[in-house]
Nanobody
Framework: QVQLVESGGGLVEAGGSLRLSCAAS????????MGWYRQAPGKQRELVAQ???????DVADSVKGRFTISRDNAKNTVFLQMNSLKPEDTAVYYC??????????WGQGTLVSVFS
């Protein structure tokens, strides 16, 4: 099993920055993809950014140039640095680990609220 523990998030003024962290524990070797999704009120959950096992990244067009995904392999932690935040970035952000065998593991979610 894989467990994900998120931290970060909060309330920030438009143009500000936040950093999210997601620490993975358990069967780390079974993780294929790891990254961040978000779900805004009334909308479907969407991919924000993720790492593949090989280290390549996928980043949503809506956040390119503003959000950066990074990781600390020694600590099994993935980060999401969010700069130039906009009100439309307001959402619950979820850490996700896609395991080999098509199993999805989700963090508890952390709320990011951006006000103008």
């Amino acid at each position: 099993q894989v467990q994900l523990v998120e931290s970060g998030g909060g309330l920030v003024e438009a143009g500000g920055s936040l950093r999210l962290s997601c620490a993975a524990s358990g069967s780390i070797f079974s993780i294929n993809l790891m990254g961040w999704y978000r779900q805004a009120p009334g909308k479907q959950r969407e991919l924000v950014a993720q790492f593949s096992r090989g280290g390549s990244t996928d980043v949503a067009d809506s956040v390119k140039g503003r959000f950066t995904i990074s990781r600390d392999n020694a600590k099994n932690t993935v980060f999401l640095q969010m700069n130039s935040l906009k009100p439309e970035d307001t959402a619950v952000y979820y850490c996700n680990a896609a395991l080999f065998g098509s199993v999805e593991v989700w963090g508890q979610g952390t709320l990011v609220s951006v006000f103008s």
